[in-house]
Structure formats: C-alpha cells, structure tokens
C-alpha cells in the first residue's frame, strides 16, 4: 500500500510516523524545524488521515506500507521515527528490514502489550450523530460525557471531516476491530536490529518502564534511553523544542542518551 506523505527539506531521509487517531500533520513545527537539516517524510499510515483504507491492521503490514512508500519515493535507507502506535510499525520495519534503517527512533511506547485504553475512543466517535451542518464545537459537546479532557477530544477531532456530509478520515470499523491487536505486540520472528535505535520517554508518562528495557534490548541491543522533560505521552506537541533537541543531537551522533 502506498501512504499518503507530506514532505519537506532536503538532504538524508528523516521519516515520521504518527500514533493511533493522528496523521501526518500531528508533527506540525517538529517536521518544519527538523526539515532545516534532513528531507523528512511524514506518512499517514493506513486507514488514517488521506492514506487508503484496509481491513487489517497488522504490524508487519503496517511495516511493509512504510518500506514500500519509502522505496517508491527514493527515500531507503532513512532514519525512521514513530511515536506510540507508529513506534510499534517503526520497531517492525528496523527488525524486518534492518538494512533500511539507518537509525531507529521510537517515542513513548515499548514493545509490550498495553491495557485497552482507547476502546471508549473508537465507540464514541462510531456513535456520534453525522449530521448536515454539524460543527466542531457540536461534536466536542456530545463526546464531551465519554472524553472529558477537551484536549483529547479536540485530537481526535481533528479526524472528522465537517459539511454537508460529515464522515470520519480515519477507519473505524477497521480501528475497532484491530485494536485488541494494536495493544499488544506479536513476538517477532526476526533477529534483534543491531543498528542504532533511542527510546524517548515523556517524564509524565509512563508508557516506558524500567522493567522493559531488558524487554527492548533483546530486540534493540544497541538500545539508549532517554525522559523528555515537560512532557507525557504527546511528547513531540507538549514540548516539540526538546523533542527536536534530542532528535538532531541523535540523529547527528553527537548524543550520548543515559544507558
């Protein structure tokens, strides 16, 4: 599957990839900032943003629609960044095609299976009336019961598509039945990718734990950690100057992450 990008910058490839209910846009001034300095290739990965839609949302799909986007615009071999979800595909792309990677970057999520936290999501917004003329604000108030905290509803939000016929960019059905997969993290057939790889984590959140890193560095041997002040699980939108610092540092070798 080809995914749709947006593209900036010249230079070495820089690919990022967004979380569960974003897109390409999602990176706003992190991809702006980094494209002073690398052509950096945001995707939106399938069944979100204006990517196509599938039934199925499997990692190693998902891994193998990045490859062959990246491949298909001359962008192999490339630095690759994911955050959430999208570090989930990242991590599957390094370990099925490690050649491909040249540095991995994962953000706020470790290969491990979470609790399922966004089920809620996907059937409030499945719910949520469609009609002619509705507005944003209409929206948040009728999610508001279901997603109290206004900037979680503004984000996922961001997904509806308003007018004379309101409908969703991303896959629900897809969405809703893939997610008990997409929490969880299928034991790769792969060996360990061997190249240089940092797992940045928010300091509010705590979707890395010290108990999986022996975890990631079965998978990651090369594996350096590092906690984003000022930050939880959005890292890149809560504190995008810090998250860019740590990025370029990394990403030009001159970072030396705690072990």
């Known amino acids: 599957m080809i995914l749709h990008s947006v593209e900036h910058g010249t230079g070495r490839p820089l690919v990022l990839l967004h979380g569960l209910f974003g897109h ?6 992190v991809h702006k ?10 995707l939106d990965l399938r069944n979100h943003g204006a990517s196509p839609h599938a039934p199925v949302m499997a990692y190693p799909d998902m891994a193998e629609d990045v490859l062959e986007t990246l491949r298909e615009r001359r962008a ?13 595909v990242a991590m599957w792309a390094a370990l099925s095609a490690p050649a491909a990677v040249e540095r991995l970057v994962v953000a706020d999520i470790a290969p491990v299976r979470y609790p399922p936290l966004f089920r809620p999501y996907v059937e409030v917004m499945a719910e949520l009336p469609l009609y002619p003329g509705l507005t944003r604000a209409e929206a948040s108030a009728a999610m508001a019961a279901a997603v109290h905290d206004p900037q979680v509803r503004a984000f996922l939000l961001q997904n ?22 997409l929490e969880g993290w299928p034991p790769p057939e792969d060996p360990p990718y061997r190249g240089p790889a940092l797992f940045v984590s928010g300091a509010r959140s705590d979707y890395i734990r010290s108990e999986h890193r022996p975890r990631i560095r079965t998978l990651f041997p090369e594996a350096r950690f590092v906690t984003l002040k000022n930050a939880g699980h959005w890292l890149h939108a809560e504190n995008p100057e810090g998250f860019v610092g740590v990025l370029e540092a990394f990403l030009g070798g001159t970072v030396t992450p705690a072990a």
Request: charged fraction near 15%; glycine fraction near 12%; charge should be positive.
């Open 24 to 29: 390409a846009a999602n990176f706003g001034m």
């Open 33 to 42: 900032w980094l494209a002073r300095h690398w052509r950096v290739i945001a």
């Open 76 to 88: 192999l071999p490339c630095a690759l960044v994911g955050h959430s979800m999208g570090g989930k």
């Open 160 to 181: 509806l598509r308003l007018g004379a016929k309101p409908s969703w960019r991303v896959n629900l059905p897809a969405l809703g039945d893939s997610l008990p997969y």
